[in-house]
């Protein structure tokens, strides 16, 4: 008797798709989420003019009896511009593909450019911050470095400074709940950190740093957020800016921004943020052959209150992170 | 030609120095016309000279006129036509060993082999460590601007000729000191800057270590560790309005690492620059950040001035290198985000006299591609 295998009946078509695209790996996106969002009007120039009233003299001086008011004081301003800017990009994709194709091109290529569109938002943000915003080198650290790596002084000194620069944070505290293993989280300013502090920051456990999944609740904590050290909430991202082997002993310097609320402002025109362009193939050439999907949008951003952002400059404790 | 190439072409007029041209594209073919050294055939000129990505970065093809004078062909290896695409910061070149660096103001550094650098580039050192507890490791990490003197020399904006500074010699030293040059220094500006220097008066006249790139009538603010000295300039605290930050305006601009402010120091603690040795592990540096402009309105700042300028940055000297942005605000916050070619000032193998860009004054007509088809 002979008997049917697929060694002499195989299947026709050796291959099917599987249902689920596998996931792009894609860091989370920090540096959005800390920014004031402002809107220009269109045909409203190039630029978006912030302006920001400056405190008056408290008259803390006793009028007296004379009859005489005292000088007129006069009010100042303080003006920040921030100039519009243009990105885009796109890709260009043949008929046949479209045609061909079984797993729908256009519809993840869609989801990619959205997806790089809004990683460039987040970039261009981040390296502005690293370009315009004043730094401390963190020296609480044992790694005899500048800057050292951080230790939770350095925490409690840069909250300190936004503190007293009056810079308003972010999240208010979390109260403490009779819950094994949990304590209370402190009003916060955000830390955008880096994913390979993680191991420094767990080093730092039982001497002020809290994990997020010790918060009492989970419910306010951000899809990003690492943990908490004292009035600092920590969101780490692996795309946190890192300059390699610059510091003074060679080693990698990691930009930490710890930034309170209005720091940052973000700005797009006219809702501009975010066109997705997509043109038939009718549109191209006298054959008509090729389709153009593409994203474009216009963004601004300024460092509106300096004086709430410091970039808190560390190196790392810990070995580096596997490849 | 197909549909969705790229072209472009241009002129510039050389200064001998490596030219940045910014494109909409990274191209991937790149040749130039020296119209001077074409219309004027001399020994060492370069009236011609190709680039194709495949060639590598950094090469060129050149025609060249010998001492004839007469056409031969030759190539650039290094320093030669390159692309680049200027859209992150924190990039740096490969870590180069350090020989020297004087006890001087300005330092001057000595590099192991030729540093390729050129005037106004940024560099960052590591390790300037004499013995255990001396050397210069209180200006390591610092980005400076240097002033290119010689094939492996250069010099550095800090006064290192100071009773903490130790010189650094490689043949003596315990560590091995190094250097990296910063690729895109001046992506968003104007930015924050490290201070080198405090001259305190009726206005206050600040050194940076690098190109500060403020304009007159920017808005700054000034953050000096007491350490440093000079910390009445500091933004906070303000003894007269609570909380309110005290900021200054650029009331000039001398140089590219220099800018003074409408500050009246006199009687404020001096500036100190002569820092430890023992206490550079964790200090923190003495800045000057960018706050926002002086209301112009579009006033002229002075006689003459442009309404809007375009934005431009000041790598070095009193030079100024406009962006690819359009007329801006004096003193806005630009993105100077970029991408095309440069044209490097590398030598002929055959002729080490020649320079690819050609010498100062000479005029220049380029052209750049970015093909659709690349055959195999």
């Known amino acids: 008797m002979s008997i049917t295998t697929t060694g002499n009946l195989g299947p026709m078509i050796l291959q099917s798709l599987a249902p689920a695209m596998l996931y792009v790996p894609t860091p989370t996106m920090n540096y959005i989420l800390v920014t004031d969002k402002v809107s220009m009007p269109a045909n409203g120039g190039t630029t978006c003019r912030f302006m920001r009233p400056r405190a008056l003299v408290p008259p803390t001086i006793q009028l007296g009896n004379s009859g005489i008011d005292p000088p007129a004081q006069v009010p100042q301003r303080d003006i920040i511009d921030a100039q519009m800017a243009f990105f885009g990009t796109g890709c260009i994709i043949n008929e046949q593909v479209i045609l061909q194709d079984q797993e729908g091109v256009l519809a993840w290529v869609s989801e990619r450019l959205a997806v790089a ?31 050292t790596n951080l230790a939770v002084s350095d925490f ?14 972010f999240m208010s505290g979390i109260e403490g709940m009779d819950r094994f293993g949990t304590g209370p989280v402190r009003s916060a300013y955000f830390m955008l950190s880096s994913t390979e502090l993680q191991t420094d920051f767990d080093g730092l456990t039982g001497s002020g740093f809290l994990s997020q999944w010790n918060y009492p609740t989970n419910a306010t904590a951000l899809p990003a957020e690492y943990g908490s050290v004292f009035n600092i909430r920590i969101l780490c991202s692996s795309e946190a800016p890192v300059a390699r082997g610059v510091s003074a002993n060679g080693n990698d310097v990691y930009y930490n921004t710890v930034v309170g609320k209005q720091a940052i402002t973000h700005i797009n025109q006219d809702g501009y943020s975010m066109n997705l362009i997509y043109r038939d193939p009718y549109y191209s050439g006298m054959l008509a052959q090729n389709a153009t999907i593409a994203v474009k949008f216009a963004q601004a951003q300024a460092i509106t209150q300096d004086t709430a952002i410091r970039n808190l400059l560390a190196t790392r404790l810990s070995s580096v992170p596997g490849p | 030609m197909t549909e969705y190439s ?43 000279a190709f680039w194709d990505a495949n060639m590598g970065q950094g090469i060129a093809v050149v025609d060249l006129f010998n001492a004839t004078p007469v056409l031969i062909t030759d190539d650039v290896t290094s320093y030669g036509i390159s692309t680049f695409a200027a859209g992150q910061l924190l990039q740096f070149g490969a870590a180069q060993a350090v020989t020297t660096v004087t006890k001087a103001d300005p330092a001057v550094v000595t590099s192991t082999s030729a540093h390729g650098l050129k005037s106004g580039d940024v560099v960052i050192f590591s390790n300037l460590i004499q013995t255990a507890t001396t050397g210069m490791q209180q200006i390591a990490g ?110 000039s601009v001398p140089d590219y690492h220099t800018f003074v402010i409408n500050v009246d120091s006199t009687g404020y603690t001096a500036f100190n620059s002569n820092q430890t040795f023992a206490g550079y592990i964790g200090r923190s540096f003495a800045q000057a950040v960018a706050v926002g402009d002086v ?60 320079v690819l860009v050609g010498a100062a004054d000479d005029v220049i007509y380029w052209r750049a591609f970015l093909h659709d088809i690349q055959g195999p």
């Open chain 1, 117 to 147: 569109m809004r990683q460039a938002e987040d970039l261009i943000l981040r390296d502005y911050i690293v370009s315009a915003a004043s730094q401390i080198n963190a020296g609480g650290g044992a790694n005899g470095d500048n800057p």
């Open chain 1, 156 to 169: 409690s000194l840069v909250a300190t400074t936004l503190d007293t620069n009056n810079a308003y944070k």
């Open chain 2, 6 to 48: 790229k072209m472009a072409k241009g002129r510039f007029t050389s200064t001998g120095q490596a030219q940045v041209v910014n494109l909409p594209f990274i191209p991937d073919y790149v040749e130039f016309i020296n119209y001077t050294a074409s219309a004027t055939p001399a020994n060492h000129g370069i009236p011609r």
């Open chain 2, 142 to 251: 610092i980005p400076f601007t240097v002033t290119v003197t010689g094939a492996t020399t250069f010099t550095i904006p800090w006064n290192t000729n100071q009773s903490n500074f130790t010189a650094y010699d490689t043949a003596t030293a315990t560590q091995d000191a190094t250097f990296v040059k910063v690729l895109y220094p001046y992506l968003y500006e104007p930015g924050q800057s490290i201070i080198s220097n405090i001259v305190t008066g009726a206005t206050t006249a600040i050194g940076t270590t690098d190109a500060h790139n403020f304009v007159v009538g920017q808005e700054v603010a000034i953050r000096v560790p007491t350490i440093w000295g000079t910390h009445q300039l500091n933004s906070l605290p303000n003894t007269t309005i609570p909380g309110s930050p005290i900021y200054a305006y650029v009331i």
């Open chain 2, 295 to 354: 209301n112009t309105g579009g006033v002229q700042i002075s006689s003459g001035s442009q309404l809007y300028p375009p934005p431009y940055i000041v790598p070095i000297g009193t030079t100024r290198v406009n962006t690819i942005n359009g007329p801006a605000i004096q003193g806005a916050f630009f993105n100077n985000t970029s991408q095309g070619f440069i044209i490097g000032a590398g030598t002929a193998v055959g002729d080490a006299t020649s």
